[in-house]
């Protein structure tokens, strides 16, 4: 019989931590209701969304250089910086495809934007990861991001995701699938990898 986690409310939007990358700026985690609200990013001083689901996309198009015509679809510039990651729930990701998406979050959290027309939103601030429900793609990748960048917080990977389930208000019944636990394997795989990569002589 396959477990069911059972329906919890919980915040729309959840802080996870702050004073992250150089411009020691929050994190957050959501699910596809708070990602999609504009006015409540802002107020929260978000100006970067990092999408990891595979299976949802938002529309933050806010200047349009380019309308729909012929079958081909709207251009512009949004509203947020936006970077995305297309993350299977559970098995079916490559197996450094977590790695990846650490790259983006990393990147999202340092990337200096030019000043450049091209460029409008270089504004920094805090940055939202989000899935379709906050629940499992975005609680290991933001879990993987502090047990790399604050190892001495979190120096085991389980430590990090205990800290993101409690922040995101994660129910004990449901920790079996948040993370899924394909997704905690793939963070693991990660975590070896970049100690490797950035430490080769530990």
């Known amino acids: 019989m396959t477990k069911k986690a059972p329906v919890i409310d919980r915040p729309a939007i959840s802080f996870i931590a702050d004073d992250l990358g150089p411009d020691r700026v929050a994190l957050f985690i959501s699910g596809t209701e708070g990602a999609r609200d504009i006015a ?5 001083g978000i100006t ?14 806010e200047r349009l250089t380019h309308a729909p015509e012929d079958g081909k679809a709207a251009a512009g ?4 910086k936006t970077y ?5 729930d559970g098995p079916g990701n490559p197996i450094d495809m977590l ?7 990393e990147g999202a959290l340092d990337q200096t934007m030019p000043d450049r ?3 409008p939103n ?6 939202l990861v989000h899935c379709r429900g906050g629940r499992s793609r975005s609680v290991a990748l933001v879990a993987l991001y502090l047990h790399v960048q604050k190892p001495g917080a979190y120096p085991d990977l389980a430590d990090a995701i205990a800290e993101v389930r409690k922040m995101r208000e994660l ?12 997704l905690i394997d793939a963070a693991e795989h990660a975590a070896r990898a970049l100690r490797r990569l950035r430490q080769p002589d530990a």
């Open 40 to 44: 409540s990013l802002k107020d929260l």
């Open 48 to 61: 970067t969304v990092v999408n990891c689901a595979q299976n949802l996309d938002i529309n933050y198009a």
């Open 77 to 80: 510039f949004g509203q947020m």
């Open 84 to 88: 995305k990651v297309g993350l299977i």
């Open 99 to 105: 790695l990846g998406a650490y790259f983006i979050l």
């Open 117 to 119: 027309a091209s460029y």
């Open 122 to 127: 270089r504004e920094r601030g805090n940055v």
């Open 171 to 182: 129910h004990p019944d449901e920790w079996f699938e948040t993370p899924k636990q394909p």
